[in-house]
Every structure is written in structure tokens, then in C-alpha cells.
């Protein structure tokens, strides 16, 4: 039986070439991941467009829910943090709540993973890298803070003009940059920036808890299907099973 341990199903940009592969590679044995695309129509991935992309994202995401709980996940996550931005906090929770309802699943974000993974790691003043434009990540900034996290520092990477074209080097390169000795934790946002193979060393390099929201993603969906599995080499909030 396919994902006899959990099915984990996740909500996916229709240009977001990350996703899938990080996931595929994290999935601890006995656990499988499965994939549905949210709705828009043109240019992907770039900072421009962003507003039109995740107003369609959301209009439509009860038609690409619908489809990926034909194959009863153990919970659904939206993969896509930007939305989580838009939304606001009251905002993302009624979501969460109408389609756990409609689809009888938990459903779980990509942010909310990250809010979870912070409060987890004991973490208050953390450190936000994005892969956006300057206005998504100042909301992403005042996301966190409605949660009463502290932001020490914010820094939106340079010169990106299409985000799924980023490499795992650019993102250590925003860890690095955004820490601050005052930060407790770094967090860089976005799914479609490649971040899992370089949050070890940032964390060896950093001395600090170094979380993307691939990574609160997958161990917040793992939590919640209810699978203590430890999953090395992503950061300590991986490493640890049933914390």
C-alpha cells in the first residue's frame, strides 16, 4: 500500500518546480506525497503578477483541493506561503477551517507550519529572508508579527526575476545575510526558492535554528498525520521525531 505510514497531500503553484523534488526527498520511508496544482493563468514565478496569481490561487482552490483529496490524504497542506500573506492571520484560519470541513481532512499552510515550527524551537526574535519583491516580504514581516513574533531584520533577495529560478547557493547566500546576533532563529520564506540541502550548514555556520517553509511544511504535516519520524540533514527541527 502506497504511503502505509501517511499520504500527505500538498497544494502546489502551477510554476513551482520545488516542491515536489524537496518533498520526494524528504518524505521519511512509508510516507508518500502527493500533488495538486492551484490555478493561474500566464507568467510564473516572476515579482511581478504576484497579487493577480494568488488572488486566482485562492478563487480556485476548492477545485484543486477537491482533486487532491480523491486520493485521502491524512491532511492537506497549501505550499504556498505568499497566500498566507494575503490572506492575514484571521483570514488563513477560515480557510483552513471551511475546507477541513468540506473535505472532512485536516488542511494545514505553509506559514501556519512556520508559526507552529517557531513556537516549537521555543523561538521570539527571528530573522525573515524572502525570495520577493519588498512589499510581499514586508508582509510577510507584519504575518509573523501577528503572531507576536519579533522581526530583528528582513531582507528581500537581490535582483530575482523569477523566483523558480533560484538555486540553493542563492538561499545560504540569504541566510548568511538576513542573521543578525539578536535573531533566534532564521526563517527563509517561499516554497519555490530551493532551500533543504542548505539548511544544515547554515545552521552549523549560524550556531541557530535555520527553518524554510519546506521544512515546517513537511514537519507539521508530519505531526499532524501522526508520524514520529526523525528526518536528518534538514535542520534540527526535523532531526528530532515526536518533539
Not at 502505509?4 to 503553484?13: I, M
Not at 546576533?181 to 552549523?204: K, N
Amino acid at each position: 500500500m502506497t504511503g502505509w505510514r501517511a499520504r500527505l497531500g500538498f497544494l502546489v503553484p502551477p510554476g513551482n518546480p520545488t516542491v515536489e523534488p524537496e518533498m520526494y526527498t524528504m518524505a521519511p520511508r512509508g510516507v508518500s506525497v502527493h500533488f495538486s496544482r492551484l490555478v493561474a493563468r500566464g507568467a510564473t514565478g516572476t515579482p511581478s503578477g504576484l497579487d493577480d496569481r494568488t488572488r486566482s490561487y485562492l478563487e480556485n482552490i476548492d477545485s484543486s483541493a477537491e482533486l487532491l483529496a480523491m486520493v485521502r490524504p491524512d491532511v492537506m497542506v497549501l505550499a504556498y506561503t505568499a497566500g498566507s500573506y494575503a490572506l492575514g492571520r484571521d483570514g488563513e484560519a477560515a480557510l483552513s477551517q471551511r475546507l477541513e470541513r468540506q473535505f472532512a481532512c485536516p488542511f494545514i499552510t505553509a506559514f501556519g507550519s512556520v508559526i507552529a515550527a517557531l513556537s516549537e524551537l521555543g523561538v521570539s526574535r527571528v530573522a525573515l529572508g524572502a525570495p520577493y519583491a519588498e512589499q510581499t516580504t514586508l508582509q510577510g514581516k507584519a504575518a509573523l508579527q501577528s503572531y507576536g513574533l519579533q522581526v530583528v531584520n528582513h531582507l528581500s533577495l537581490p535582483d530575482v526575476t523569477n523566483i523558480y529560478d533560484e538555486t540553493p547557493r542563492r538561499a545560504y547566500w540569504l541566510g548568511r545575510s538576513v542573521d543578525r546576533p539578536d535573531a533566534e532563529a532564521v526563517f527563509l520564506s517561499g516554497t519555490g526558492m530551493p532551500t533543504i540541502e542548505v539548511l544544515d550548514a547554515l545552521e552549523q555556520d549560524l550556531q541557530k535554528p535555520v527553518i524554510s517553509a519546506a521544512s515546517a511544511m513537511l514537519w507539521n504535516a508530519l505531526r499532524m498525520a501522526g508520524v514520529a519520524a526523525a528526518v536528518p540533514g534538514y535542520g534540527r527541527l526535523l532531526a528530532v521525531p515526536d518533539r
